[in-house]
């Protein structure tokens, strides 16, 4: 399949151009905080629980909360229906987007406690472990939960022997390699960064300049899209009474 052609790709991007990001928070009226994107072709939405007393009490730690993240892929999210409920693939993005987020949450705030993070895949080309983890850190802000800064995510990736920011289902499918990646962006240190496929050094090099550069472009949106929603909340006369 041919992905690049004039120097242009499928959709027409360059190699360093990100697809359309919209995101908004406070979507969902019953949970404590919730967040919805569309990336791309991508539609997710993020929402938490909690912080709530863990049971069984087992479980529970008296020095800090647990962090729990889902994500699900709709069964109508992709072109051939997926199967409903977890799988492997599952179970891993879930593993290592609690693992990205618990970095940044104050769990030692919420002792003995559960915060559950449930990221619902709508709709999704590609790069839906990135997007899911962007939301569920605008979702977990949106909550008021304390975090030390958000996490922004992008990926990058090789094409046709050329390297590429935030690759689409079809990039994803029939390129090289992809390497999604998650920061903090405020220290820059990394906490996702997979791959799959081959790189050689340098271009490994370049690739991950392009996703951390991608990241920072998002975690600008992020911030902006928490202010507006903190400026329109204050706005309509919303304060810490609850009034
Ligand atoms: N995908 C699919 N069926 C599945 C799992 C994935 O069609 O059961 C598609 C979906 O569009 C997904 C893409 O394959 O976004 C790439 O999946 P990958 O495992 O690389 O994760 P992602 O890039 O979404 O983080």
Redesign the pocket.
């Known amino acids: 399949m041919v992905l690049i052609k004039d120097g242009k790709r499928l959709d027409g991007r360059d190699f360093d151009e990100l697809r359309d990001v919209k995101m908004e928070v406070s979507v969902l009226e019953r949970a404590v905080g919730s967040a919805y994107m569309e990336w791309g072709k991508?539609k997710v939405m993020a929402a938490v629980y909690g912080p709530r007393e863990l049971h069984p009490k087992f479980l529970q730690d008296p020095t800090k909360a647990l962090l729990r993240c889902t994500y699900n892929?709709a069964p109508f999210?992709?072109?051939?229906r997926?199967r409903p409920g977890p799988?492997r693939?599952s179970v891993e993005?879930s593993k290592v987007t609690t693992e990205a987020l618990s970095s940044v949450v104050m769990l030692e705030k919420f002792p003995n406690t559960v915060i559950d993070v449930f990221i619902e895949?709508l709709q999704?080309?590609?790069?839906?472990?990135?997007?899911?983890l962007t939301a569920a850190s605008l979702a977990l802000a949106d909550a008021g939960i304390p975090m030390r800064d958000l996490v922004a995510a992008c990926?990058a990736g090789k094409i046709q022997g050329e390297i590429v920011v935030d690759?689409m289902?079809e990039e994803?499918?029939y390129g090289e390699c992809?390497l999604?990646l998650a920061i903090i962006p405020r220290k820059g240190e990394v906490v996702l960064l997979q791959m799959?496929g081959k790189l050689t050094k340098d271009e490994f090099k370049k690739a991950y300049e392009l996703a951390f550069k991608g990241a920072m472009k998002v975690y600008e949106m992020q911030k902006n899209t928490l202010l507006g929603s903190m400026k329109r909340f204050v706005g309509e006369g919303g304060n810490d009474d609850g009034n």
């Open positions: 991508n892929l999210s992709v072109e051939e997926k799988d693939r993005i895949i999704a080309d590609a790069g839906t472990r990135c997007v899911g990926s690759l289902k994803d499918n992809d999604p799959d």
